[in-house]
């Protein structure tokens, strides 16, 4: 029995195994030597997303609480940034007191980032009432201001007269820029 292939079924054969030959030494000195590589750059890969996942996550969940901090404090912070204005003090806050009289005294080195005023007042009053009502309006004015103790108060007659030291936040970084 006498096998008959064509020449066309030859090449074809030849073709086929030279092409095996070439997939086989491809694959066994490129393939699987970087598919091992490529394994471990994927592990690595993954890791790296999911410590970015959790980056990003932290990132969103600050800023969310920093828009709420900075819508809840305002008015905080636009006090910050405002400069002290003792004349324009005095103006808002006059109606408290028969007179009121504003001082600034010399800054100590360790007050830098502050001046310090002191405060005279005057009021036709029986009891302090009307000077708590002035620290509300204090906590609610464009500024930053800290009322130092002692207080004094002292009575002349229907007269109560108070003097107490009070320091403002003045923003060095604004105030050079205005």
Request: aromatic content about 12%; hydrophobic content about 40%.
């Amino acid at each position: 029995m006498k096998i008959n292939f064509s020449r066309q079924n030859i090449y074809l054969l030849v073709m086929t195994i030279l092409l095996l030959v070439f997939v086989l030494v491809f694959s066994f000195t490129v393939l699987i030597p970087n598919g091992k590589e490529y394994r471990v750059k994927r592990a690595e890969l993954k890791k790296e997303n999911l410590v970015l996942k959790q980056l990003s996550d932290f990132s969103i969940e600050k800023e969310v609480m920093l828009q709420k901090l900075q819508s809840d404090n305002l008015h905080v912070i636009k006090a910050f940034a405002t400069e002290f204005n003792a004349q324009r003090f005095e103006k808002q806050h006059k109606s408290f007191f028969s007179s009121l009289t504003i001082l600034k005294m010399s800054k100590a080195e360790d007050e830098e980032t502050f001046s310090v005023y002191e405060v005279n007042t005057t009021s036709e009053i029986s009891s302090p009432k009307s000077f708590y009502n002035f620290l509300d309006a204090v906590n609610k004015s464009d500024w930053i201001i800290a009322v130092n103790f002692p207080i004094n108060f002292k009575r002349e007659g229907e007269m109560i007269s108070s003097s107490f030291t009070m320091k403002v936040y003045n923003n060095k970084e604004s105030n050079a820029t205005k």
